[in-house]
């Protein structure tokens, strides 16, 4: 079906490049706002929108304040509506009543944010303006219905169905590669040649998801090293001068690295489809490999051991120490504490293996003392693990990781 | 950006088609749909979601009809849910309290919809469960309250922004043309080679909308014949032995057909963003053209005309009432009689031409006695148009139709 | 590595459509191909080019063969300059004498028809002139050396390296579907109702090789069906009412039809690397499939049996006959006498297995009393297959097919 | 026609990736080729070819040399075979005498290039032969005929015909891009951002030319700024920090860099074409563009001037003695002196402005004292100043750069 593909693609291009709002509107933003609300059709609203999203392009940190306390407060829900309208619909359901209902539940901003949707290229706009507004909230927390109603928006168009896996690589567009190098979280790119290392070899793999109305932006993408067996040490995985493999000689697909792309979408989640994607697409164009394992931090591992004097201890004690971590420390809510452990085990992965010295960097020696930890995904074994997981709160982990574990007197 | 294209493309190709279910699964559907709208995480929730596709695609008639007596009935608001939830929303306003607000006025079936809409390829499916129960509602009005739900969604989902123009020509894939010959509405499409007619001279275009997750269905599509010109009769735009022109000598281009395809996006309009779009790449590609306009069928004039003697009516005595028709024909909101009509003066053009003996295909003859009207899209004044017409619901006409209605004496 | 694709494609697009000579030259074809012929540079060749196949493209027959007669005598080689080039090059071998020796043994008439191949979109138009110049050759057998430079030119260009193979199914481009029914030569195709039953269930296949400046043209294709065993009736194979099978579900891909689409490259053959590519690329998108075989036609047959009363001939008369045929009958060089015999054993197949009243058409009652082949494609031993067929001319064949063969009673 | 684009795309990845020579065979490389040459049909001629070229690239520069030398004197023309055949083709003129002349004054080398081209790579693999023999004719000038082959076989692959003209842009993948970067010649292009300077802006393009069996190497590619006004200098243009315009608010564009990407083809023009190529497509694109205009070094010089002492020249002196020697500057056939201006005045372009502190960079001041010259490009006039040039090798130049060479009292 590449004919869509390009057809997609000729007219997205076209839109995005030649967009310029003709006229300046010099009516207030909440005038504009309303006439966008009450526009018939869209003859002048796609205008409208246009010139509200470029206004908002260029307002101060202030006047993006006052605009999300326009939205918050003037296009809020009216109570009285909801209240009579709920009581002609319990007393004559239908469709009027049901509308009436529905129309009165929903406050006026979330219409707004539907229509300047209607601009293309707004969607990466209204991402970016949740993006401010979630910068905003810790000091103004009156603003966080707000943000519901984004989240509530954002969560119907980044619907799954909605996302395209597509892979990263050498032959990507530099204008993808340099937000690959900006949005990498978990092992900085340094430089171009350290991004040609991480996606041009048969070995090496990368894949994100796109959103169709964003197309030049990567929601989030994972970095995949196709090795023979396990690996131990992300230093080495990552080192200039390695051997590289023909990808067929692979047995095990590595997930070193997942970053989330935009701070507009917090909340909505697409990690654990794109993993299990990446293991579905990677296992039928390469019927070898059998193993699919993540290379992870352990983030809260320091944190957790608290003022030991971490550095006296050795390997084998750290080893210990990770794995014990991983299974037994719990939030109040009975999940573990390490996020990244929350995250694997939640999508029905198992703690695999834990490694010493297998991240060696200032930061790894930071937060893990250079521990790692390789996360299991089994496609026969994902769904139970994560029902016991998610209903039982079980964390599954290889008998030798328990026996690690076991092996550590309790702290407390 | 055709790279992105591409890519979507193929990913879409792939997902498309390795689609099948592996399991049936025994529950019921209520169940399933329980489990579903529970499942944390996507984990299992794609599979769910794929199982309950698949059996809706096989269900009956009266299957499907207990499916929507469940969505309507047993995924419905809870008032007593509604009334707490506002009166705590009021008292406190806040994050938790306004999320909760907004759970509560929800139906889950909203909910539902969105996690069956995980599956790729499931929008698709959605827009057909949708064209089923408007069949439905009919006989069943009590399911109405159910389309209101839908139609809230897909207007989300079908919004301007996310929606692709695409030309479509002799070089577009069969399985959309076929698409288009099934679905043009106003003249019939009555071979491949009538197809070849309207779309490969050189003096034709075709163009429709896509949505990037229905990719191989349009959504709506218009036929645009490139004339000297202003034409006035369809038989003649439509001829078999017609002398072709290069696109380049045009001055003028004839929106003549436009359809609908999807009877599942009833109420969500894409007409007059797709007419503005289309006259917008014309007049960058071909700047010689110089006018758009219609040559649209006036289907309620003969059933407005009542039981006149039509047969006996000359060219000239047709032309005169089909002008006062448009001009002057009203419903009692005051707005024009005629649905065509209606839709172009909404969207900001003007009554420019009507044309006797301009379709005299049983049809045409039947609800116009032949008669047809251009609607002219003059883009200076679309916007002023638009408005007089949506708020003084004045008809814009040339002079000369302004004559011709003029000259009839009014019936009563 | 779609990047190129596209780009190729946009390319392509704009250069096909703007080509319009601008002026007409006056001057003679003969003068117009002199100035091409010693044009500096590009600057002006091109227009030249362009002038001179415009001017081509219109000319009468008479006036084509002036312009081969022109071609063949008037740029043909000078045999002075031969000997007198060749003897300065033996005498003193280096870049200029034998730069001058290459120049002086081909006749200005390649160097003709490379520059008229650097318009764009001229590659077919040179196809399709020595098409007109093969039809004219049985009457003037004096032009056959022109052909032998056209030829030599095309297997250059059209080099098995510069060929791509595509897939052509039900999403392909209606220009190249009208194409496929029109080049059928086998089975023909007689709708498009027709084609679609051949391209778009899971279960048949189509690929076909271009070559980028042609890229609306298929030079060859060849139709797929993908079966549970071996199939005795291309009827039942081609039924409108057919169970169809999932791809992954066939053990079989079945080749029943070659279609050659190009007069003008006759002589130029592109079939067995056909067949050898989509064997290679079948098996590896279908791992399950583990046989390739024809259904294939024995056009000589009947003309071989003579007047035989081929009508009283019963199933397994027939069967033996047509495999003593394909075993046995032989031209005087010792190949077999069947042509398709010879393009599949040539490329390394084996006869598999023969069918009565397997193609009951009126054609296949003509041409073989209904009678089909199998040749059998087996990767392990075509090569071996093929040299000894090229070197011994053995006709490698299964035990069955012997022994069928065998049974017959030698005819002379 | 972005289907084919696909299609060729899809295809010519696959053919990349997976070819691996299966088996080595051990033959001698003289035995191999010799088999290539006299292998009927592809069935396995492929495989023997993609031995060959495995083969030739592991091969040692002394092997490379003895394989030319192979090519060079054993696949030599047959003077006596060249003779008797051209007596028989005279004697009797007609397809079988004249296919035997053509093949007797054909060297064997050159077929068995053509067979070595049938593995889908091949191409830039021989281009890359060529290459190897370039570099080592210096010391053995008796392989020069074996590139005289060469260079005939390229001339016919690499006919304008075949190319395809693409925008090089920020959205190229990384894998064309960091070839842009190794290949310029003019302006050294010093780090991604300096590259991304040169991509991304509004008012900079790149073009290059490709060849549809190489689709991830450019062939040639030329830099343009789009300008208001002719620029003076090249620092300007490329300065980090300038102020970017909207490509419509240009009227002139300006070619700053042009560079030959692939020694393999040397000699095989292809500037031209480009140059008038770009012209015509930018003028489509932005018709408000009124001038074509290069920003070019003048490399001759400073060598013309010998030993003056330039450093103490003035500006003023600079420009006149450069129009000056641009203008009257000649070698003994009468050609300008300076390679860059016999380039552009060959392509019909004229010496419109010199401009002294033009190229202040170290190598811009060594060849010519910081001095450029702007060569425009006029549509109306470029195929007169081509056909004088290369008829009466008459310099057009400007009112204003005549004058400023008439300035000088000639040197000698």
Redesign the interface.
Known sequence: ??????????????R?RKVRSDEVDKRTTSDLCEALLSS?????G??LARNLLDRYGSMSSVEKTAFFEFMMHELE?D?DA??SS?KAY?EK???GS??A??AA??PRRQELA?RL???????GQLVAMRKDLLGMMRER??L??L???FK??F???F????L????IN?????????KIIAYEAVHAIDS?DD??RR??PSDRRCFGF?H??M??EPLIFVEVALTKGIPNSVQRLLADEREEIEAEDADTAVFYSISNCQAGLAGI?FG??LI?QVVS?LSKELPELKTFVTLSPIPGLNRWLGGSDLEALKSAENQALAAHYLLEAKRPDGMPFDPVARFHL???ALVHAVHADADVSENGLRQSNGTMVNYLYDLNQ??QN??HF?GEKTVVASDAVKALSASVTPRD
């Open positions: 079906m590449s004919y869509f593909g390009d057809l997609i693609s000729t007219v997205f291009d076209r995005y018939h059709g869209e003859v002048s796609v205008t829900i109570p909801v209240l709920l319990s359901p239908g469709k049901y509308r209902f529905a539940c929903e539907r949707n209607q601009v293309p290229g707004a969607t927390p009156d966080e219905p943000d519901v109603d509530h928006l969560s119907s168009w619907n799954r169905g909605f395209v896996l597509r892979p050498w032959e990507s567009p530099a204008e993808i590669l340099e171009w991004l040609r996606l041009k796109f169709p109305a197309a030049d989640s654990n489809s299990k697409d939640g999508n029905g994902i769904s994560h029902e998610v």
